[in-house]
Nanobody
Framework: QVQLVESGGGLVQAGGSLRLSCAAS????????MGWFRQAPGKEREFVAA????????YYADSVKGRFTISRDNAKNTVYLQMNSLKPEDTAVYYC??????????????????WGQGTQVTVSS
């Protein structure tokens, strides 16, 4: 059974930084990519960033490009999301997710088959 456990969320002032971690218990052969999504109250879940597991190619939403960095540690089966220059509009529950299917495109939540429970990020102004 695949388990994804996020950590690292919290309360931070605007302009501050946080690093989220997603520890995965999974067979790496079954992972094509890992993604981070977020969902604010009253809004739909939206794509934040993704990284391919073997090659480490990264993809970002325009809203976080230049501020957030996704990375992975294959030996630890862990994915990170370094978030800098945080803004109040970054406030959301952040989820990591696994994608096992190969192909192009990373922004649709339907491409991911396992999800973590989420970690709250709150950015105060």
């Amino acid at each position: 059974q695949v388990q994804l456990v996020e950590s690292g969320g919290g309360l931070v002032q605007a302009g501050g930084s946080l690093r989220l971690s997603c520890a995965a218990s999974l067979r790496t052969l079954s992972v094509y990519a890992m993604g981070w999504f977020r969902q604010a109250p009253g809004k739909e879940r939206e794509f934040v960033a993704a990284i391919t597991w073997s090659s480490g190619n990264t993809y970002y939403a325009d809203s976080v490009k230049g501020r957030f960095t996704i990375s992975r540690d294959n030996a630890k089966n862990t994915v990170y999301l370094q978030m800098n220059s945080l803004k109040p509009e970054d406030t959301a529950v952040y989820y990591c997710a696994r994608r096992s299917s190969y192909g192009t495109g990373y922004e649709s939540a339907f491409l991911y088959d396992y999800w973590g429970q989420g970690t709250q990020v709150t950015v105060s102004s």
